[in-house]
């Protein structure tokens, strides 16, 4: 038995692909089957020592299923150690009940993924009132990567006006737009976000001084609605922004609402590659390449990407 493997769930397979040739190892893809009645029947390439799973966990349902059958064969193929990388992290945003009776979707997923992973690797998880995503999984090792190097390299790389202020569309965004911000030498604020529903919010920005006459980029870690992503637009463009562009970590929408960002006035979106999207502009297997080097290699110190 190799000593350690890389397979894919059949979703985000190109990004899957591009991270295992950064680390050196070939990728599998696992087999997942449709019956017709919708149970899934899974098949996984020969289990090594250690096996790193990829899976990205946008439209998770069917996915998680196909996660557990895989474990459970790899586990029985002789897998000892499995490392979930999943870039995005179904199920994160849920983690107290609001109303009586509603389950806590965080609880229950971190406890599945900790009985069948022994680490788990994301990147900008979306946690409210989580401050360590080790709490979300009892008893195994978790990280929860930061994309701001990787969209700073790519914004440097494309270009950027320096006059850009970056945009955070609520508190909860402040340390990564600052990180962001402070990696480009740009300025950057913070909006007042009062969400009403799924699909209603108020934003409000009270550095209109600082916008009048200069770009803006919006920065988000998901955007699934849209909605936040298009009433900022708005918002900025009435302060007398000169153009409005934006940034996301996960890009949850469906592609045909890139016309109605358009319509908002959004010039461009670009996303990362946690899920497979048209707006995908940004890779992450550096900062998530740095973060396997040690299950290559145990005495690998832990790498930190810059």
Known sequence: MSKIAFQTLPFGTEAARRLAARLGLGCDEITVHRFPDGELRV????????????AALDQPNDK????????????????????????????????????????????AIGGLLAQIVDR???????????????????????????????????????GIDPATVVIGPDAESEPWVKDLAARLGLQHTVARKARHGDRSVEIDLADAPLLAGRPALLVDDIVSSGTTLMVAAKTLHAMGATAVDAIVTHALFPPAMIAAFTDAGIRSIRSSDSVPHPTNAIALDDILAAALRRELDPKHPPETTT
């Open 64 to 107: 998680l299923i196909a996660l557990l059958f895989a474990a459970e064969a790899l586990r029985r193929g002789g897998a000892k150690r499995l490392v979930l990388v999943a870039p995005y992290l179904c199920y994160m945003r849920q983690d107290i009940a609001f109303h009586a009776g509603e389950a806590i979707s965080q609880r």
């Open 43 to 54: 098949t996984v390439a020969p289990a090594a020592d250690t096996t790193i799973l990829y």
């Open 120 to 158: 788990v690797v994301t990147v900008d998880a979306h946690l409210h009132r989580t401050p360590d995503i080790a709490t979300v999984f009892p008893g195994i090792a978790a990280e929860n990567l930061s994309a701001m190097p990787a969209i700073a390299n790519a914004l440097a790389k494309a």
